[in-house]
Every structure is written in C-alpha cells, then in structure tokens.
C-alpha cells in the first residue's frame, strides 16, 4: 500500500476499524483514529487515538488537520428484533447526522477523499434468485437501518460533490472474524456447542465478507485512481449457503455437525408467531453481492477464501472459551 497522506479512521476502536488501524500503522501509514472512549493509553501517547465523546456533537475540526483521506466506519447498526430495530431516530443522528458533520468538516478542511463503509442492505433484505446486487442497482432499503445508510451515501455525494472531493461508497455484507457480534456470533456459538440446529437443506445464497478482506478493499479504494461516483458492492469470492456456512464453521471448529430438516415454510410460519420473521428469514432468505465492479476498477482480489476467514474466527472463539 502506497499512502502518502494522513488517515483519518473514524470508529477505529470498532470491529473493522481496529484491524484497518492495526494494518496501517504496520505499513508506516500516518493515521489517526476518532474513538467515543479512548480505549488503549499506549494509543493516546502516541498521538494515534482522539477520543471524542458523542460523534453527533463532537467538534470534528481540529481532528482533521493535515488529513489527506478518511475512512469513515462510525454508525449504529442492528440494535435486534421487536420495535426499537426500526426507530429511525437513533440511526438518523448516528448514521446520516454523524456522517454529514464529518463530510462537512473534512470539506473545510480540504481532505481529498472519504472512504464510506455502507451496507448492503441499501438495496434490500434478500437478493433474487440468480440476480445479485450489483453496482448500479437502485437502493430498495426495507428498514430503518438501511434507510439511513442510503441517506447518509445522499448526504455525503452532496456534500463531496460540491466542495470538489471524492466519495467512495462501499456496500458490505454480512462482515465476519475476531470480534464479530450479531447474528453470525448467535450462530458461531450454536454450532460450537454442537446444538441441534434445524438449518439442514437450505438451498439460499448467502455472501459474506471477512474483515480481513474488508480491510483489505479499504485500503484498495484509499489508493485507487479516482473512481466513479457510484456505490460499490464488495464481498468475498465464495458464496454459501446457510446449510454450508454452518457445516464448515463446524469443520473451523473441529466438531461435527449437527443439523437437521424442517420444511422453510414451517419456520417462517413459527418464527413469525413469535415475531422473530426477520432474523429466520436472514437464515433461509438469499443475499448474493455482485463485486465486480469494484474489483475491475481497483484491481483488488480478496486476499482470503471463507475457509481461511472461519479457521482465524473459529481460533478465536476457542481462545475466548477454552478452559
């Protein structure tokens, strides 16, 4: 990697931010990371972590001094099921507020780019069969969430494009490894206790992206020549489905797999009764990601296959419950 600027990274004590932190100060890249709580003093001496406080009402202009480009991973994703997932107001201050303060003072500041870490879901919660989201594809977000990460991309487009600077939109997918939470932790840790689990003979396809790889595309698109402004999938190479994920998780896992059938309409039905429809259909539903288009206008390859992304996730479950 051939940076030359100061990187500003913000949400670096994050699941994505720690390891893109972690990979630019190997590679000697002058960066700093905004945090809300400083979480390291070896960090703070060295002048790489600025805590400051609530993103929202933080004053983000002495933080961007001599900042060349940034990387802005900071937002609120899925607080869960029930009521409080689609309340708007949360993600609106910290996904779609956050990001315009940020755009707003990197523009005075005459920063040069701003890499924004978006999702998928921008174009909705499941991927028709054979038809994965691509680059181009018109957002269709179904909840709060996603609404206001396809208004913070409006918000920041606006923002670039009238004071001169670049925007580059990525949309991840599900994103794995050390540190990962939600729903691929609920799942990590139900085939490491070699439960029951009824998720035998779902024929769905589901991208992934371990974060490896995701910090890797990051720093592919802070060196690219300029890009197109227009959002960009990324994901890993492989795509699996459900039945297959938690097969070679188990296999990650060095234990044996224990799944078993029942028919999708019967899960849908009683997860629906007891109102948790979303997360099962995240489990039978299709999500495919077209990444293409970033790779063809980045030269970027995901570094790591899925088995090797599950091998150092599954090392670090067992490092966290090992006896």
Not at 13 to 32: E, P, Q, W
Not at 86 to 112: K, L, M, Q, S, Y
Not at 220 to 235: F, K, R
């Amino acid at each position: 990697m051939a940076l030359t600027g100061k990187v500003l990274v913000t949400g670096g004590s994050g699941f994505i931010g720690r390891m893109l932190c972690a990979r630019l100060a190997a590679a000697g890249v002058d960066h700093v990371a905004a945090v809300r709580v400083a979480s390291d003093a070896d960090d703070r001496r060295r002048g790489t972590e600025v805590a400051l406080g609530d993103f929202a009402a933080a004053d983000w202009g002495d933080i961007m001094r001599g900042v060349d480009a940034i990387v802005h991973l900071a937002g609120r994703a899925h607080v869960g099921a029930g009521r409080a997932a689609d309340t708007p107001t949360p993600f609106i201050v910290a996904n779609v507020h956050v990001t315009r303060r940020v755009a707003e003072a990197a523009a005075r500041a005459g920063v040069r780019r701003i890499v924004y870490a978006s999702s998928i879901k921008v174009h909705g919660e499941a991927s028709m069969p054979g038809r994965p989201f691509r680059a181009g594809d018109a957002p269709a977000p179904v909840d709060a969430y996603a609404r206001s990460k396809a208004e913070a991309e409006r918000a920041l487009g606006e923002i670039c494009r009238t004071h001169g600077m670049e925007a580059i939109v990525l949309r991840l997918p599900l994103t794995y490894g050390p540190g990962v939470k939600g729903n691929f932790l609920t799942l990590l840790a139900a085939v490491a206790s070699q439960r029951r689990l009824p998720l035998a003979g779902i024929g769905n396809r589901r991208s992934l992206l371990y974060v490896g790889n995701a910090v890797s595309a990051i720093e592919a698109a802070l060196v690219a020549p300029a890009l197109p402004s227009e959002a960009l999938p990324i994901a890993d190479a492989e795509v699996v489905s459900t039945t297959e994920l938690a097969t070679r998780l188990a296999r990650a896992l060095h234990v044996q797999p224990r799944l078993f059938h029942v028919p999708t309409t019967f899960l849908r039905g009683s997860a629906a009764l007891i109102g948790r429809g979303s997360e099962v259909g995240r489990l039978l539903d299709s999500l495919e990601v077209d990444g293409s288009r970033f790779r063809e206008l980045t030269g970027w390859t995901p570094p790591s296959s899925l088995d090797e992304g599950l091998t150092v996730t599954a090392a670090w479950w067992q490092s966290r419950h090992s006896q």
